[in-house]
T-cell receptor, first 115, second 110 residues
Framework: KAGVTQTPRYLIKTRGQQVTLSCSPI?????VSWYQQTPGQGLQFLFE???????NKGNFPGRFSGRQFSNSRSEMNVSTLELGDSALYLCASSSPFGGTTDTQYFGPGTRLTVL | EDQVTQSPEALRLQEGESSSLNCSYTVSGLRGLFWYRQDPGKGPEFLFT???AGEEKEKERLKATLTKKESFLHITAPKPEDSATYLCAVIFGATNKLIFGTGTLLAVQP
């Protein structure tokens, strides 16, 4: 079974630009969560989508948004990029049945660098 | 405040030298504790899920245990390929978000 895939793997943007990251979950999984990983803050939860609905949201500004499509693929968007948005963005999928303690499986991440 | 703390921050072992990593948590209503391994530049790789105090899980040289306040990841006779950052995360309350500790960077020297 194929794992979680994320595209692109690397991105370089400049301040003020916007960016869209994509995530394809494991086949059959309906929940997709996004996390930001930085050396200073570690792994922090951004948001979770299940069946095209945002189910949970972390403490990030409104510049960070996401969506999920009917095939469970998900995108996250960051607008008006700031230097502090440079990070590894990780997507995780879980839960073919909507359970909230199902294991989350992570993709390889997208490394975003903001100059 | 809901918190997950891992210790030590870094650990250097000789090949074959067994040790344990600690993950302590202060959350209400723990519903699951997860251990992941992360290699540089890669996403976290799932190792174990523990749901209740007293539970233990084993896989090759790794064994995870859970009490009401902490979890241990025991590494028996480690090999250099076990070198990685080991992350602990919890799910609690009504949400599905993982709260991560800051990880333990393990280096196993041949």
């Amino acid at each position: 079974k194929a794992g979680v895939t994320q595209t692109p793997r690397y991105l370089i943007k400049t301040r003020g630009q916007q960016v869209t990251l994509s995530c394809s979950p494991i086949s059959g999984h309906r929940s997709v969560s996004w996390y930001q990983q930085t050396p200073g803050q570690g792994l922090q939860f951004l948001f979770e989508y299940f069946s095209e609905t945002q189910r949970n949201k972390g403490n990030f500004p409104g510049r960070f948004s996401g969506r999920q499509f009917s095939n469970s693929r998900s995108e996250m968007n960051v607008s008006t990029l700031e230097l502090g948005d440079s990070a590894l963005y990780l997507c995780a999928s879980s839960s073919p049945f909507g359970g909230t303690t199902d294991t989350q499986y992570f993709g390889p991440g997208t490394r975003l660098t903001v100059l | 405040e809901d918190q997950v703390t891992q210790s030590p921050e870094a650990l250097r072992l000789q090949e074959g030298e067994s040790s344990s990593l600690n993950c302590s948590y202060t959350v209400s209503g723990l519903r699951g504790l997860f251990w992941y391994r992360q290699d540089p530049g890669k996403g976290p790789e799932f190792l174990f899920t523990l749901y209740s105090a007293g539970e233990e899980k084993e896989k090759e040289r790794l064994k995870a245990t859970l009490t009401k306040k902490e979890s241990f990841l025991h590494i028996t006779a480690p090999k250099p390929e076990d070198s990685a950052t080991y992350l602990c995360a919890v799910i609690f309350g009504a949400t599905n978000k993982l709260i991560f500790g800051t990880g333990t960077l393990l280096a196993v020297q041949p």
